[in-house]
């Protein structure tokens, strides 16, 4: 069982939320595998346009057993409803459903497990819930905002919890979505080496070698005298080759993303690879 995302949109934002019944709770191989599919396919990646056809793959932990771990589910029905903050800075109601306690790596630990107000009230994720958790691979192996691990209600009190199904976010692959933030209580002491690493997005400019990123904040004029926003973060884009230097409007091509509209706007008429 695998997950497919569905965008849904909610108060201008985008909420990455999981198909009901294709979760990603199973075989971490067919996980992976449907995960690289989407990734590939324009209509349901959530890689930025560009980024799509340059994908080759997610990066992740070598499968270990030891981290599939029994735990107890425990419920927490007295937990009152609240505000989930999210990356986009916008909140989302869900209550703390039940906690999962286990041992890993010769330590106890407990993660909260969470619903959301919203999906528990469709028949199609009625019993959806989610782990999104934080460690201390995050940073530096893994993706600085946690990751998230899939989870139904159970039907009884054991159940598996398997770390090889972690997976970031859609927010760490593109600012147009607004994930779930792990709250501070499912921050684990130890380091889960296991599920989905960091994406390099740098995979994006193996083919540019002489292409030089350099991001600003601060308004830019182009070669055509277009001067952009403050408010779009802008990449200047500089890229040699013996046509561009042919066309003095592609010697230093400006250009910025708008990340709320995943659209490049640029100037100087020549065609790049980002925009």
């Not at 927490?76 to 306690?101: C, D, I, L, W």
């Not at 350099?214 to 070669?223: A, E, G, I, K, V």
Request: net charge positive; with cysteine; proline share 7%.
């Amino acid at each position: 069982m695998v997950p497919l995302l569905l965008l849904v949109v909610i108060c201008g934002g985008l909420f990455a939320t999981p198909t009901f019944g294709q979760l990603g709770i199973g075989d971490p191989v067919e996980f992976r595998a449907y995960r690289d599919r989407e990734f590939r396919d324009p209509e349901r990646s959530p890689l930025e346009t560009w980024d799509v056809p340059r994908f080759k793959g997610l990066n992740y932990f070598k499968i270990n057993p030891a981290f599939k771990v029994t735990a107890r589910f425990v419920r927490t029905p007295n937990e009152k409803k609240f505000n989930m903050p999210t990356s986009s800075g916008m909140t989302k109601v869900h209550v703390k459903y039940a906690e999962v306690r286990f041992s890993l790596s010769g330590a106890e630990h407990v993660l909260s497990v969470y619903q959301s107000e919203d999906l528990s009230q469709t028949a199609k994720y009625k019993n959806y819930l989610l782990i999104p958790f934080t460690d201390l691979t995050n940073g530096k192996e893994t993706y600085g905002g946690g990751r998230y691990i899939d989870f139904e209600i159970p039907s009884g009190e054991l159940v598996t919890l398997d770390f090889n199904l972690a997976y970031n976010p859609s927010c760490a692959y593109s600012s147009r979505f607004s994930c779930p933030l792990p709250p501070r209580e499912n921050k684990l002491k130890t380091r889960i080496r296991a599920g989905e690493k960091t994406y390099i997005k740098a995979q994006r400019l193996q083919s540019h070698q002489s292409l030089r990123m350099r991001p600003t904040l601060y308004s830019l004029q182009t070669s055509k005298g277009l001067t952009l926003p403050q408010r779009w973060p802008a990449l200047q884009l500089h890229k040699r080759s013996n046509n561009d230097d042919e066309n003095p409007d592609c010697q230093s091509v400006s250009a910025t993303f708008n990340a709320r509209s995943d659209r490049c706007k640029g100037a100087g008429g020549c065609a790049h690879a980002l925009c």
